[in-house]
Structure formats: structure tokens, C-alpha cells
């Protein structure tokens, strides 16, 4: 009985500490959304996109034109000029796969290059609201993430917002 009591007493503060702790959420999602650099990220990226669409159009102008040329004169050519111009199809074919695996893992890098400075500054203002607020806790709202949120959360979003310069 007596380890029971002891027991009871040294986990009586952890209750109470448990009790005060400020618990905030943010929105991550909607504080990126209103933020300049994503946009400007986003026009980034588009432009990259677009230049690899270009070089991807022509290339398979390229083949097309080949394979039309190919298609039209086979019967008149002889089978070692048959055999080279496969050949040369197959390889504008690996090219353009390559081509499309390169662009994508270009693509995936840049934007992972420059997300993360926007990540850096959001983590920097939620810490810094934390800090100002007195959180214990800041959660992220973002669906999946947050299972309940009660009446008594406290949404820091508008202050990491305001923290931001954002509207």
C-alpha cells in the first residue's frame, strides 16, 4: 500500500505539468500556399518543365520523322540499310528515355533545392511563435496528420502568418 501511495505522489506533477503544457496547431499547408517564394518557386519549376517539354518535342519530332521515312521507303531498301535504320530508331528510343529519366530526377532535385529554404523559413517562424507563445507543442493540421483536434487547440497559424509578413 505504501508503494501504491508513493507511486501515486510521484506521478501527481507529472499531471499537473502535463496539465499547463500549451498545445498549438499550424497549418503548414495554407501558411506555404500564401508565401511569395512559393510562387515564384512554382514559376521556377514551370519554366524548367517547359524547357524540358521543348527538347522532348523534339526529339520525338525526330523519331517520328525517322519512323515515317522508315515506314515509306522499306520495301525499297536493302536489308543491311533496313537493319542500320532500326538501329537507329532503337537509339533515338533510349535517348528518349533517358532523356525523360534525367529530366525527372533534374526536376525532382531543383525542386527539393528550392523547397527547402521555403521549409527552413516556415520551421524558423513556427519555433519562433512557439517560443514567444509559450507552446510545449506545435502540431502540424495537415489532414492525417492530427487525429482530434478539441475545442481548447489553439490555432497558431495566424501567428506564424503575422510572424512571416504574410496575409
Excluded: C, H, W
Aim: net charge negative.
Amino acid at each position: 500500500m505504501k508503494k501504491l501511495i508513493i507511486f501515486l505522489l510521484m506521478i501527481l506533477p507529472l499531471g499537473v505539468f502535463a496539465q499547463e503544457a500549451k498545445v498549438a496547431i499550424v497549418n503548414s499547408n495554407e501558411i506555404m500556399a500564401a508565401m511569395p517564394e512559393l510562387t515564384a518557386m512554382q514559376e521556377t519549376m514551370k519554366q524548367m518543365n517547359d524547357k524540358y517539354a521543348g527538347e522532348m518535342k523534339t526529339m520525338e519530332d525526330e523519331y517520328q520523322k525517322k519512323y515515317s521515312d522508315f515506314i515509306a521507303q522499306q520495301d525499297s531498301m536493302t536489308e543491311n540499310i533496313k537493319v542500320r535504320r532500326m538501329q537507329e530508331l532503337q537509339d533515338i528510343e533510349q535517348r528518349v528515355q533517358n532523356f525523360m529519366q534525367v529530366a525527372r530526377q533534374d526536376m525532382d532535385k531543383k525542386q527539393q533545392e528550392l523547397l527547402a529554404p521555403i521549409q527552413d523559413k516556415v520551421r524558423t517562424a513556427i519555433k519562433a511563435v512557439g517560443d514567444e507563445k509559450g507552446y510545449a507543442y506545435i502540431f502540424d493540421n495537415n489532414p492525417g496528420i492530427v487525429l482530434y483536434t478539441g475545442n481548447a487547440a489553439i490555432d497558431a497559424t495566424p501567428d506564424v502568418k503575422a510572424k512571416l509578413g504574410l496575409k
